[in-house]
């Protein structure tokens, strides 16, 4: 069993940034590709930043340039820099772990992010 726990979200004026942490925990025998995902009220969840085990990065569209996925393995921690916020950043963000044998997906509980003046 995994646990993901997300912190940092927050509200902020367009333009400003905020720092998400994801902390995982459990058990956890090797380095696995992570992830940020949001969901907006109404919307589908859509994948926002992903980062394999060797530090390979990508990001959606929408947030290039703006967003920085980054990790401390040594402290099974994933972290998204978001700067340059947009209203149309406003979501519930959620951290992802993705075990490949067997295949499954963890999600952290998911932290608000509200981008308004």
């Known amino acids: 069993q995994v646990q993901l726990v997300e912190s940092g979200g927050g509200l902020v004026q367009p333009g400003g940034s905020l720092r998400l942490s994801c902390i995982a925990s459990?058990?956890?025998?090797?380095?696995?590709?992570m992830g940020w995902y949001r969901q907006a009220p109404g919307k589908e969840r859509e994948l926002v930043a992903t980062?394999?085990?060797?530090?390979?990065?990508n990001y959606a569209d929408s947030v290039k340039g703006r967003f920085t996925i980054s990790r401390d393995n040594a402290m099974n921690t994933v972290y998204l820099q978001m700067n340059i916020l947009k209203p149309e950043d406003t979501a519930v963000y959620f951290c992802?772990?993705?075990?490949?044998?067997?295949?499954?997906?963890?999600w952290g509980q998911g932290t608000q992010v509200t981008v308004s003046s």
């Open positions: 992802n772990l993705r075990i490949l044998m067997p295949f499954k997906n963890y």
């Open positions: 459990g058990s956890i025998f090797g380095i696995y590709p």
């Open positions: 980062i394999t085990s060797g530090g390979i990065t």
